[in-house]
């Protein structure tokens, strides 16, 4: 069964870190692009970032960049979220998810499946 | 604002059918068939039913159907049942500067 469980998450104080993991089982966790895709309490799903296969490329929402960096450890089949300078707008359920490309050149196709989420809470 | 334009909710009665818009420009939904669906109940993650615009995946029922025309893609579900009953995003591969935009969902409602 392919599974994505998150962990990590917690309260923290604005400026903080926070380190998110994703815990990959399943499926051959090198072959695949993968993302964090968050959403604040009430609001809708926003991607935040992507990372290639081998982590030689990466993306990020304009309103992350700078502070968070996505990694992976494909020996440990498994995907990180590095979390600097939090600020309350970060606050949310940040899922991990494994991204489908299926048109050469493009960077994204669809995200399946999604793991249960981790809730982060920036508040003093 | 969301990237992608989608109405706030919509409603329908059991066995009915209603469909859910989104909006994007031609820099998104319109330069790629790469418009996918997903649904979400309260609480849960979401799910993916339609990708490439009109494909389901293994195990999500033929109720749910895509397409696209233009700058707008659409969901259509039909036979509504009430375990239909979820909020429904909309997602689109829209380019290298900011690969993925989502639209602002839509709260389905089965009367």
């Known amino acids: 069964e392919v599974q994505l469980v998150e962990s990590g998450g917690g309260l923290v104080q604005p400026g903080g870190s926070l380190r998110l993991s994703c815990a990959a089982s399943g499926f051959t966790f090198s072959s695949y692009w993968m993302s964090w895709v968050r959403q604040a309490p009430g609001k809708g799903l926003e991607w935040v970032a992507n990372?290639?296969?081998?982590?030689?490329?990466?993306y990020y929402v304009d309103s992350v960049k700078g502070r968070f960096t996505i990694s992976r450890d494909n020996a440990k089949n498994s995907l990180y979220l590095q979390m600097n300078s939090l600020r309350a707008e970060d606050t949310a359920v940040y899922y991990c998810?494994?991204?489908?490309?299926?048109?050469?050149?493009?960077?994204?196709?669809?995200?399946?499946?999604w793991g249960q989420g981790t809730l982060v809470t920036v508040s003093s | 604002q969301s990237a992608l334009t989608q109405p706030a909710s919509v409603s329908g009665s059991p066995g009915q059918s209603i469909t859910i818009s989104c909006t994007g420009t031609s820099s998104d939904v319109g330069s790629y068939n790469l418009v996918s669906w997903y649904q979400q109940h309260p609480g849960k993650a979401p799910k993916l039913m339609i990708y490439?615009?009109?494909k389901r995946p293994s195990g999500v029922s033929n109720r749910f159907s895509g397409s696209k025309s233009g700058n707008t893609a659409s969901l259509t579900i039909s036979g509504l049942q009430a375990e239909d009953e979820a909020d429904y995003y909309c997602c689109s591969y829209a380019g290298s500067s900011t690969p993925v935009v989502f639209g602002g969902g839509t709260k389905l409602t089965v009367l």
């Open positions: 990372i290639k296969q081998d982590g030689s490329e990466k």
């Open positions: 490439e615009g009109s």
């Open positions: 998810a494994r991204v489908s490309i299926a048109v050469a050149g493009t960077l994204f196709g669809w995200f399946d499946p």
